[in-house]
């Protein structure tokens, strides 16, 4: 076909002249295109430090203690290692600052049960999947028709549970799967927990009641009343 296509185009009736053409061309565009480098915060490193002391780190007394240099920060290990001191985990500085295409607020984060990807609930509804290692946007869904304003992994990590603006709950699979979606109460609602089985949640909302949910089922079992708004 990109034969024929050179017989009729090329002036000289040369079918290479025509693959010569688009050859040239994407050169030229593979020279203007400005390669792109990420930041990447790989936390694996430590993860791993972590699993190889273990073997013979029975108390806090028997890790090294870090010193302050550079040269240290290969020996680090997660947070969870360093109950001794807490102020080793926490976190003075800033790495990276990420902005969706569609600039909105942002109600409700969480991590992913693998901590490889951050997802956003915004004012406008939508997911947004952000890669925890680079930092960059991945993908975008749209998962309510009003602001998301809470979401939370079940203990089993195989659910998200989602409440938005209008008091609508929504359950999504690991994959960002949709399969379950009802109204749990006209007010917006401002949190929601699992039970410590998962097979039943709590919701709260503007409407001064905490509702307890059976999860299988979708159906309310308790409504608790406050006093105040």
Known sequence: MLENLGMLDSPSGDPNALKKDVSDLMADARKSRKAVFRRTIDYNA????????????????????????????????PPRSYMDSPMNCVMSKPVRTSTNKNKCPIYCVCWTPEGRR????????????????????????????SQIRCMKWSHNEEWLLTADHSGYVKYWQANMNNVEMYQAHKEPIRGVSFCPFDNKFVTCSDDSTVRIWDFHRCAEERVLRGEYG
């Open 46 to 77: 430590s993860a791993i430090n972590y699993l190889q002391n273990r073997i013979w780190v029975s108390r806090d007394i028997d890790r090294p203690m870090l010193q302050p240099d550079y040269l240290w920060s290969p020996k680090l290990c």
């Open 118 to 145: 951050l997802i956003t609930g915004a004012f406008s509804g939508e997911f947004t999947l952000w890669n925890g290692l680079t930092f960059n946007f991945e993908t975008i869904l749209q998962a309510h028709e």
